[in-house]
């Protein structure tokens, strides 16, 4: 799976929230400017996230975020001064175009390794935000009823949401979770108004690229490949590139797997026969070393995609929940309009 579960360890000092029913009640915290917020009527403030109702009454002071897409969320709604830090691993990707890049020099970053308990302890975090394979996992013993039962909060990526089958994540449409997760952390940090000035842009720009995207029978049958050798790691319906994909004018040939992040077998991919495969480019194997897989092992040999050299690259944070989903939609548009030409 893409760089989710690859979090953190470090230090700083231990917060506490009073925990209530189905959420966590903020006690006892400060609003961006510094004063009070509890009492110029904005809060309490109640949102439901992954089907749990979660009601804060004064925004989170001290948020320590797991990974590059959910990072950049809180900074693209200007909440760098309510972090306590953030984890991710060191290949990140380039900063230099992103537009709230300036939020990265202004916040801690915590750890390059996985997150944990006792990270988030000595980072005195009063709310982690990160997302089941983005950084919470049952296996390392960091979720949210273990932070909960330590007196920390945790907001849950909506991409991550898990849809009752077992472990299957995904309960709406990748970018209907972003802007879910834009529009209720809006309200919890009382910055509604930047959430929906976000929302509405990044709906624009969505609009534009479908308007120049292929369409109807020009659509192109796209693959995700995100690693894997013997089966690959692909997006279900549920992750960011099935959006992506779709709004870019292709035909995503996983859209019937009900599931976010997952693994099929090569032999769906040979039947499915790709125009073209989108690389999600992150880790230790490079997006060079996985054209190169791609183009020389034998079973994808007469695919479409391999034969005619129609092979993409994307970069991880692009195709994870992020703010810059809107922005790769336009990028692959723009290729998939060569597709056939």
Not at 33 to 47: I, L, N
Not at 307 to 329: K, T
Request: aromatic share 8%; charged share 25%.
């Amino acid at each position: 799976m893409p760089r989710f579960a690859r979090p953190a360890a470090l230090a700083l000092a231990v917060a506490t929230l009073t925990l209530s029913g189905c959420g966590a009640q903020v006690t006892s915290s400060q609003g961006k400017e510094g004063g009070s917020r509890a009492a110029d009527g904005h809060y309490p403030v109640t949102v439901e996230n992954c089907g749990e109702k979660k009601t804060y009454d004064a925004a989170p002071r001290r948020v320590v975020t797991n990974d590059v897409g959910i990072t950049e969320i809180m900074f693209a709604l200007g909440l760098e001064d309510h972090m306590a830090g953030y984890v991710m691993p060191d290949d990140k990707g380039d900063l230099t175009s992103v537009p709230w890049k300036d939020g990265y020099g202004r916040t801690t970053w915590l750890s390059k390794e996985r997150i944990n308990k006792e990270l988030v302890l000595d980072a005195g975090a009063d709310l982690v935000f990160a997302g089941w394979n983005y950084g919470f996992s049952e296996g390392e013993g960091f979720t949210p009823e273990a932070l909960r039962r330590v007196g920390v909060d945790s907001y849950l990526l909506s991409e991550s949401c898990r849809n009752g089958q077992g472990k299957a994540r995904g309960v709406m449409a990748p970018l209907d979770a972003l802007y879910t997760d834009l529009r209720n952390l809006g309200r919890v940090f009382d910055v509604e108004d930047r959430a929906e000035t976000l929302i509405a842009s990044f709906r624009k720009e969505v609009a534009a690229a479908q308007a120049k995207a292929p369409k109807g029978a020009d659509r192109p049958r796209v693959f995700l490949y995100d690693d894997g050798q013997d089966k690959p790691l692909t997006s279900g319906a549920y992750a960011g590139p099935h959006d992506i994909i779709t709004k870019a004018g292709g035909d995503h040939i996983m859209k019937d797997l009900k599931d976010s992040w997952t693994t099929v077998g090569w032999e769906t991919v040979v039947a499915r026969d790709p125009e073209v495969i989108v690389i999600n480019n992150y880790g230790d194997t490079t997006a060079e070393q996985k054209r190169t897989f791609l183009r020389s092992y034998k079973p994808l040999a007469n695919v479409s995609a391999v034969r005619n050299d129609r092979i993409v690259v994307l970069d991880y944070v692009d195709l994870v929940e992020s703010p810059r989903n809107p922005a790769a939609i336009g990028s692959l548009a723009a290729e998939l309009r060569n597709v056939g030409s």
